[in-house]
C-alpha cells in the first residue's frame, strides 16, 4: 500500500478562493477568518501541492490602485518563490461585483460588456506575469432567469466576440496561454449558458482560435444535473480538449456542494481517476472545492489534505484494478474481438471492404448469446474498492 503523500509530480493544485473559503452560504454569513493569500500558498507548499490557482479578485481586491496591486502582487510572488508552488491557472471574477448581475460577456448592456473584457484583459495580464499558462472561463453569471429578457442566439454571439478578441488579445503579448471554458447548468443564475461539456465542445469549434480552447470540466457541475461526468470528461479527452479539470465532490440533485474530492460517490470518483491515469492526463489536478461549513480553519487543511490523499488512493486502486487477474480476465473475455470483424470495422469505406462486410458471418441469435458477465465485474470492482479483495 502507497504512503499517499503528494508528489510535486501529481500536479494538485487549489485556488485560493477554495482554501480561503469563508464557509458563507445564501443563509448565513461567514464562520471562519481565512489566513491571507500570502499564508494559504505557504501551507499549500508545506502539505504537498503543486500550485495555486486564482481569480483575480482573490489577490487583488476589486478596485485597487494600480500602486496597492503592484505591492501586493510582488508580495505573493515572493511567496510562490519562498514556497515553491506555481500558478498555473488562473481566471476572472465576473460575478461578484453587482454590474454583472445580468452577465459579463453576454449582458444586454454594451458597457458592461467592454467593462468585464477590460477587467478579464488586465486579469490575463496578472495571470501571465505569475507565470499561468491556462486562463479558464467560468461564465456564472452568463445566464438568465427571464428568457424574454434575452436572446439566445445574440448571447452567444456575443460569448465568441469576446473570446475571440481575448484569444487574439493573448496571442498578440505572446503569453502561450490556453483557455479552458467551464460549463456549469445552473447556480448562480437559473439557467447558465452552454451548460454541459459537450455544449461547450461545440462552441468551441465555432471560436476564431479553436485550437487554443478547450474545457475545465468539474465533478459538481455534471453531477448536480444527475449526468455522467467519467464520460464527459473521456470525450474531452479524447479530444484533445481536455486543459484543465476541477476536482470535488457533490451529491446529485443538490445546490452545488463543491464538497472534499472523494467525499460522494466513490465509484464514479474512482472511474474518473482511472480515466486520468490510464489516458495519461497530464494538465493540473484542480480541487475546485471548499471545506464544510462546520469547519474550523484547522479543519480547513484537513480537507484539504484529504482532497489530495483521496486521489492518491484511487489512483492506487486503478492500479490494482488493472492488475487484478479475476477483473482482466473478464475483461479480455468481454473485449475478445473477432479479426475479420475488427478489419473490415477499421478499414473504412470502400467497394471491396463493402463487398467484406457483406460477406461476414455474422449471426445475430448467437451473437445475443454472448455471455455478458457485468454483475461479476461490479461486484468485484466494488470489493476492490472496499478493500474486500
Ligand atoms: C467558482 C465556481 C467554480 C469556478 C471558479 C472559477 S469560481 O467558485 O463555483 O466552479 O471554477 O471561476
Ligand atoms: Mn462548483
Ligand atoms: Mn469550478
Same mark, same amino acid.
Given at each position: ?275 486520468? !491515469? ?54 479480455? !473475455? ?56
Amino acid at each position: 500500500m502507497g504512503n499517499f503523500v503528494p508528489q510535486k509530480s501529481d500536479k494538485f493544485t487549489f485556488g485560493l478562493w477554495t482554501v480561503g473559503n469563508p464557509g458563507a452560504d445564501p443563509f448565513g454569513g461567514p464562520v471562519r477568518t481565512p489566513v491571507t493569500p500570502v499564508e494559504r500558498v505557504h501551507k499549500l507548499g508545506e502539505l504537498g501541492a503543486w500550485g495555486v490557482n486564482l481569480h483575480d479578485n482573490d489577490l487583488v481586491p476589486f478596485g485597487a490602485s494600480a500602486q496597492q496591486r503592484d505591492k501586493i502582487v510582488s508580495e505573493f510572488k515572493q511567496a510562490l518563490t519562498d514556497s515553491g508552488v506555481v500558478v498555473p491557472m488562473a481566471t476572472t471574477n465576473l460575478f461578484s461585483h453587482p454590474v454583472f448581475k445580468d452577465g459579463a460577456f453576454t449582458s444586454n448592456d454594451p458597457k458592461v460588456r467592454a467593462f468585464a473584457l477590460r477587467k478579464t484583459v488586465e486579469s490575463i495580464d496578472l495571470g501571465a506575469e505569475l507565470g499561468a499558462k491556462i486562463y479558464v472561463f467560468w461564465g456564472g453569471r452568463e445566464g438568465t432567469e427571464v428568457d424574454a429578457s434575452k436572446d439566445a442566439v445574440t448571447a452567444l454571439k456575443r460569448f465568441r466576440e469576446a473570446l475571440d478578441f481575448l484569444s487574439e488579445y493573448a496571442i498578440s503579448q505572446n503569453y502561450g496561454m490556453k483557455f479552458a471554458l467551464e460549463p456549469k447548468p445552473n447556480e448562480p443564475r437559473g439557467d447558465i449558458y452552454l451548460p454541459t461539456v459537450g455544449a461547450m465542445l461545440g462552441f468551441i469549434s465555432t471560436l476564431a482560435h479553436p485550437e487554443m480552447v478547450g474545457v475545465n470540466p468539474e465533478y459538481a457541475h455534471d453531477t448536480i444535473a444527475g449526468l455522467n461526468f467519467y464520460h464527459a470528461v473521456a470525450q474531452a479527452l479524447e479530444m484533445g480538449k481536455l486543459f484543465h479539470i476541477d476536482l470535488n465532490g457533490q451529491k446529485p440533485g443538490r445546490f452545488d456542494q463543491d464538497l472534499r474530492f472523494g467525499q460522494e460517490d466513490y465509484k464514479s470518483n474512482f472511474f474518473l481517476v482511472k480515466l486520468l !491515469e490510464d489516458y495519461k492526463y497530464d494538465g493540473p489536478k484542480h480541487f475546485d472545492a471548499h471545506a464544510l461549513r462546520t469547519s474550523d480553519p484547522a479543519d480547513v487543511w484537513e480537507f484539504a489534505k484529504g482532497c489530495m490523499r483521496s486521489y492518491l488512493i484511487l489512483k492506487e486502486k486503478a492500479q490494482q484494478f488493472n492488475a487484478d487477474p479475476e477483473i482482466q480476465a473478464l475483461l479480455q !473475455e468481454i473485449n475478445a474481438g473477432d479479426a475479420a470483424s475488427d478489419a473490415v470495422l477499421s478499414a473504412g469505406f470502400s467497394t471491396e471492404n463493402l463487398a467484406a462486410l457483406k460477406s461476414l458471418d455474422l449471426d445475430p441469435e448467437a451473437l445475443a448469446l454472448k455471455p455478458l458477465p457485468y454483475e461479476k465485474l461490479d461486484q468485484l470492482t466494488f470489493e476492490l474498492l472496499l478493500g474486500v479483495r
